[in-house]
């Protein structure tokens, strides 16, 4: 435990930082939702496409397509939407809290929005889409580029994506030069497959219609603002590159943890679990940034080269390797939750886990034998993302014949979320006569440095789409790779049926068996609310 927990914050400036570079206004285009009344619609692509319409980065010439099964006008869909946005003003507990919603920039915004009633396997709706663009370039001025967004269940992204191609809707007009006169983009949520084999056929199966260049895999990770300062943090200070391998560094540790249940979405999660749902992406997502090499230009092409060389890097996981949990009855935030087999749409005796936790190695020079550590949970005490890495112990012989009985290792934090921002801890002396030390921390904080902006973190992801910028998405490689990795535990877990699947309690730190992992080299999990570990190699 540090000596003082309270954090005293002055007034916080930049310092010696040039002027905010502003973001120009995307290319003239059309978005088409497919999924329009779905809950990512909803909850974050909506609210994000407002943000950059607030900021005057949505492009003036742009027009919004919603798509969807059910029966609808352009009108009914807008209305929903905007009350949509009005229960943000207020809420906390919402993607985003909104002080008040700019009438006049929702208006100009919804000027813009359209309907088209279909279903998503029927070429007749294609023809309908088809018909809207051309209105749509006509009206506003779109030239002819568009961005397809896949907001429905996995199992459409092929068929879809098929009958875009179909219809002529996933053809981009080249010059003689080869240059495009205008361009059709596909934005992908995830998940990208369930496992080695059918990431291999989705992607074999949309890339019979796409250009890799024309495919965006989205991961909404990518759009926070401390992932992205990972590279920034990184390569942008001299102090750090020096000793970011393993040299000085012990161990890394990635902790995803959530307080929420699978809350309505038992049937999507008795298919997919913890392990599918978070590590191929959001985690190793985390971890190629923390561990890539430096690229040779901050290019897309640079950047995502060395986050695959990383993948590549990783030798498959054993199944000894990866601990599985599923939550129990609890409490959580000082509310009694139900066992996740008691959740709506869960089989009563489900072995799907809702925890998993695991040690990886990347074989590089840079890193051989440092074993970087993740875990992922739902129903846990605190949510609370982020990566901690403990650099190797100071020797003692400079403190021989003191009172100091041991050194309490340095740790660097990047902190992801809810409370963005940087600390390292080390050692100092105690004010007094005797050689005493004590652990304390320097902490940067986001908020105490930069104005807050309502912000759900696609943002960034939908204005990359725009400009044509895929350095924050997973190329075909990188996806298959990320599979390759876990693949074995999930056949290990798919065949073995005969041990019990252990639980933990909900507002835990997860089950007692994850801290096998680390305690076999003498180290410890951080706590999940940030604390240090007691004892640590």
């Known amino acids: 435990m540090l000596d003082k927990q309270s954090r005293i914050s002055p007034t916080a400036q930049v310092v010696e930082s040039p002027p905010r570079r502003q973001p120009s206004p995307a290319d003239p285009c059309a978005m088409v939702i497919f999924g329009a009344g779905g809950d990512l619609t909803k909850r974050l692509v909506m609210p994000a496409l407002y943000n950059l319409a607030r900021t005057k980065v949505l492009p003036e010439k742009f027009a919004l397509i919603g798509v969807d099964l059910a029966e609808g006008t352009a009108e009914s869909w807008r209305d929903h939407l905007h009350d949509m946005l009005k229960s943000f003003v207020g809420n906390a507990a ?10 006049a920039v929702w208006k100009r915004l919804a000027e813009k929005m359209s309907y088209v009633q279909g279903d998503l396997t029927k070429p007749e709706l294609y023809e309908k889409i088809s018909t809207e663009l051309g209105e749509a370039e006509k009206t506003h001025g779109t030239h002819g580029n568009v961005i397809f967004y896949l907001a429905v269940a996995d199992r459409f992204f092929g068929t879809v994506v098929e009958q875009l191609g179909k219809a002529k809707l996933t053809d981009q007009n080249e010059d003689e030069n080869g240059k495009h006169k205008f361009w059709r983009r596909v934005v992908i949520e995830k998940p990208f497959g369930h496992s080695l084999e059918s990431a291999r056929e989705l992607n074999a199966r949309i890339l019979r ?137 869960v089989a009563p005796d489900s072995d799907i886990e809702t925890f998993v936790a695991m040690q990886l190695e990347i074989d590089n020079w840079r890193w051989a034998g440092v074993p970087f550590y993740i875990r992922t949970g739902k129903h846990m005490s605190q949510r609370n993302t982020e990566i901690a890495i403990q650099f190797r112990q100071a020797p003692y012989a400079a403190f021989h014949g003191t009172p100091v009985d041991t050194l309490r290792p340095n740790w660097l934090v990047l902190r992801i979320a809810p ?73 290990a877990w798919k065949e073995d049926r005969s041990g019990e699947l252990p639980l933990y309690k909900a507002g835990s730190a997860g089950p007692s068996e994850a801290d096998e992992l680390l305690t076999r080299s003498d180290r410890r999990w951080r706590a999940i609310n940030g604390a240090d570990p007691e004892k640590s190699s």
């Open 94 to 103: 919402a993607e985003f809290d909104l002080d008040q919603i700019d009438e």
């Open 209 to 345: 219609t796409l250009h890799e260049e024309q495919i965006f895999r989205i991961d909404h990770f990518l759009g926070k603002e401390t992932v992205q300062s990972i590279m920034a943090f990184r390569f942008g200070n001299g102090l750090f590159e020096p000793i970011w391998n393993r040299d000085r560094i012990d161990h890394v540790q990635i902790t995803v943890a959530e307080t929420v249940g699978v809350e309505r979405r038992g049937k999507f999660y008795e298919v997919t679990g913890a392990l599918r749902d978070m590590v191929p992406n959001h985690v190793f997502t985390l971890l190629s940034m923390v561990a890539m090499e430096p690229p040779t230009g901050f290019d897309a092409a640079a950047i995502r080269s060395k986050k695959a060389e990383v993948l590549t890097a990783m030798p498959a996981i054993k199944p000894a390797q990866a601990v599985r949990g599923q939550y129990a009855a609890g409490t959580v935030l000082d509310k009694k939750v139900k066992p996740y087999r008691q959740e709506p749409n």
């Open 419 to 491: 409370d963005e921002g940087i600390s390292l801890q080390f050692e100092v002396k105690r004010p007094g006569p005797v050689v005493d030390l004590a652990a304390v921390k320097m902490d940067f904080r986001y908020d105490d440095w930069f104005p807050k902006e309502p912000n759900v973190g696609y943002e960034t992801l939908i204005y990359d789409v725009m400009i044509g910028d895929p350095t924050l998405f997973m190329r075909a490689d990188m996806v298959e790779q990320a599979w390759r990795i876990v693949q074995p535990v999930l056949d």
